[in-house]
Structures are given as structure tokens and as C-alpha cells.
């Protein structure tokens, strides 16, 4: 007996962000997976694939958005149910990967919670991870399996470079993301700079901006950065590059969290305009802010998932940017 052999590709989406998933199945021009899914009256969830999924490539989409823990949760029962079901491969794909903060210990007997978030997929029955603009390229080698770290610097460039005029800055809003200012700033053709800040090790979402290292006075400065969280970090910097003489003051960061009192900071911070990816769903308070621009990463995803299907690079994508 002969078997011809027919790759199937399956794309499903968790609870989080349906909206993103269903731009992804349009750009890929596949029907969305059918995922049941429902929550016991004591808080337990349920999830299983509606329809046969033996023998396919399954992508399961799901952002680690707020309620964070019920939205893993929900992703790791799903890849469960996926691999019993006996899917040929499933591939998680997390735009926004939770706990990625937590990347090492800054304190004694600290939890690196990244890892364990590897290791819980893995576990789960993932051959494979997915995510954008990872807050730091370490958290790759927290997993055995393939991980495709992704990169929304493509759109933030073709962006910002129709949007703000020159002279123009790139500002890292820490020391540890001078890297990734340097990757905008070559594309942008501007300088790079950076805020020296200070953060308490105890104090989570605190921080104050110091000094800036680098040339902004008479320049229009874009703060780049993964994550958008309380806005804290941000807003100082942005007060800071103004008292030192910036024209203005753009922020671009892939993952809008915006948890409170991001919006009320943002809204009274000398911000342009914050450009900010739909990673995340936007905050029901943040959807008539002027000041924010929001860039669809669908056309990104479904361009990866299509070359991890078809097993092409995926790095090529991204002319080698995505590392």
C-alpha cells in the first residue's frame, strides 16, 4: 500500500486575542481552527479542538494579556488536548510572552519564572515557540525545542521613517537596550542615545530617569523599547529629553500592557505620539487616546507561520534582525 503524505496546517486561538488571530487567518487565507472552550463553575478551564486534528500542523495564538495566569493556563490545556488529539506538530505562538521580565535572579531566592514558562510548554507538548520582540534573546535558550523569536521592528521603522522629521534620535530608555536602539537607528539613519536610569531591586514598576547619554538637543527623540507596562520609565524619559532640549518626543514599543496609571501618565507626559503593536488588545480606556497609534503585526505572524510550516528561514523574513 502507498501513503501520499499531505501537510495540513491548523491555526487556532485561545481566548486572549481573537482579533489578532483572525487577521493572521485572513493574511495565511486559512479558516480558523474550531477551539471549544469554557470555564467550571470553580474556575477550571476547558479546552478541545472541535474537529479532527490527526496528523496536522497546529499553530495555537494566544497573548499572555490580563487575566495572565487564566490566559496560559487556558494555552498550556489547549496544547494538551492538541497533542492527544494527535496533531503532528503544534507550534505555541505567544506574541506577547508572560513572565519574560523574570529572565534571572537580581535577588537571592528569586524565581526565574521565564524558564519555567519554557519548561511548561514543553511539557504541555509544544515542538515549537513563537513570540515577538522577546524582552531579552536569553529566554531562546530556556527551551530544547525550536524557538522563533520575532521582530516588529520592520513596521516601527517603515513607520516612524514616514511620521517623524529629522534630525532625529533614537533613545534607549535604559542601558540594556542600547542594542536595539542601535538596530532602529541604523535603519532610520539617526543617532542613538541613552537614558541612565535608576529602579530599586525591591521595588517593582519604579523607576527614575538620571541623565541622557547622548546628542538630543535640537532633535526629535524616539524612545524605543519592548515593553509599555505603567509607563513609568517612559514618561520620565520623556520629561527628561525635553528639559534637555529635544523638539519632540515619539515612543515605540511592541507590547501596549498599559496597566494603570499607564494611561493617566501617558496622557499628561510630553508624548507625541506612543506607537504600540496589537501584540496585546488595547485597553477599553486607551481606545480614544490620540496620542496612541496602534500597528496590526498579523502581516508578520502569518509571514512566519507560513515559513515554519512550509520549513523555510525564518530569520530571512527579517533580513537576519530577528536575533
Not at 510572552?97 to 535572579?105: E, I, L, M, N, Q
Not at 514543553?122 to 515542538?127: P, S, V
Not at 487616546?289 to 498579523?298: D, G, H, P, R, T
Amino acid at each position: 500500500m502507498e501513503v501520499v503524505s499531505r501537510k495540513r496546517l491548523m491555526l487556532f486561538s485561545g481566548g486572549s486575542n481573537e482579533a489578532l488571530a483572525h487577521e493572521v487567518a485572513e493574511a495565511l487565507g486559512v479558516k480558523m481552527g474550531q477551539l471549544e472552550r469554557s470555564t467550571f463553575a470553580n474556575g477550571e478551564i476547558y479546552a478541545r479542538p472541535s474537529e479532527s486534528v490527526r496528523g496536522a500542523d497546529c499553530f495555537l495564538i494566544q497573548s499572555h494579556t490580563d487575566p495572565i495566569n487564566f490566559y496560559i493556563m487556558e494555552q498550556l490545556i489547549a496544547i494538551d488536548a492538541l497533542k492527544r488529539a494527535s496533531a503532528r506538530k503544534i507550534t505555541a505562538v505567544i506574541p506577547y510572552f508572560g513572565y519574560s521580565r523574570a529572565d534571572k535572579k537580581v535577588r537571592p531566592r528569586e524565581a526565574i519564572t521565564a524558564r519555567l514558562m519554557a519548561d511548561l510548554f514543553l511539557t504541555a507538548g509544544a515542538d515549537r515557540m513563537v513570540s515577538i520582540d522577546l524582552h531579552t534573546g536569553q529566554i531562546q535558550g530556556f527551551s530544547d525545542q525550536p524557538f522563533d523569536a520575532l521582530t516588529a521592528m520592520p513596521l516601527f521603522t517603515d513607520y516612524l521613517s514616514s511620521t517623524v522629521d529629522s534630525p532625529m534620535t533614537v533613545v534607549s530608555p535604559d542601558a540594556g537596550g542600547v542594542k536595539r536602539a542601535e538596530r532602529y537607528a541604523r535603519h532610520l539613519g539617526a543617532y542613538v542615545a541613552f537614558i541612565h536610569k535608576r529602579r530599586e531591586a525591591d521595588r517593582h514598576n519604579e523607576s527614575s530617569a538620571k541623565a541622557v547619554i547622548g546628542e538630543v538637543k535640537g532633535r526629535h527623540a524616539v524612545i524605543v523599547d519592548d515593553i509599555i507596562d505603567t509607563a513609568g520609565t517612559v514618561c520620565n524619559a520623556a520629561e527628561l529629553l525635553m528639559e534637555k532640549g529635544a523638539l519632540s518626543v515619539t515612543v515605540a514599543a511592541t507590547h501596549g500592557i498599559l496597566s494603570d496609571p499607564a494611561i493617566d501618565r501617558i496622557k499628561n507626559a510630553p508624548i507625541r505620539e506612543l506607537v504600540i503593536t496589537n501584540s496585546l488588545p488595547l485597553r477599553a480606556d486607551a481606545q480614544h487616546l490620540e496620542q496612541i497609534k496602534v500597528l496590526s503585526i498579523a502581516p508578520i505572524v502569518a509571514e512566519a507561520l507560513e515559513a515554519i510550516f512550509m520549513e523555510s528561514s525564518v530569520s530571512k523574513l527579517f533580513l537576519g534582525e530577528n536575533v
